[in-house]
């Protein structure tokens, strides 16, 4: 059975950091389409950034300069880092394949304020 599980939100003041995490037990992990998405209350849930099988980024627009996606294929593990949070960031962030392929974990909510 498929698990993503999301991890390293937390609470953090507007201009923080916070690395989070995706364990993703899929054996063909290393040839998908990986995504980080969040979807903040009241808002649909969005793509935050993309990374291929072969390393291949992108990240939205708005948030360009600020957040970075990374993979480690040997763990099973995608990462996003997210720089300079602002309270806009806040939301509930979560990993799946590009097309979203898998059942969604329980996400980790990101909280920006001071």
């Known amino acids: 059975q498929v698990q993503l599980v999301e991890s390293g939100g937390g609470l953090v003041q507007p201009g923080g950091s916070l690395r989070l995490s995706c364990a993703a037990s899929?054996?063909?992990?290393?040839?998908?389409?990986m995504a980080w998405y969040r979807q903040a209350p009241g808002k649909q849930r969005d793509v935050v950034a993309t990374?291929?099988?072969?390393?291949?980024?992108n990240v939205a627009d708005p948030l360009k300069g600020r957040f970075t996606i990374s993979r480690d294929n040997a763990k099973n593990q995608v990462y996003l880092q997210m720089n300079n949070l602002k309270p806009e960031d806040t939301a509930v962030y979560y990993c799946?394949?590009?097309?979203?392929?898998?059942?969604w974990g329980q996400g980790t909510q990101v909280t920006v304020s001071s």
């Open positions: 799946n394949t590009l097309s979203a392929a898998y059942q």
């Open positions: 899929i054996s063909i992990f290393s040839s998908l389409t």
């Open positions: 990374i291929s099988s072969g390393g291949d980024t």
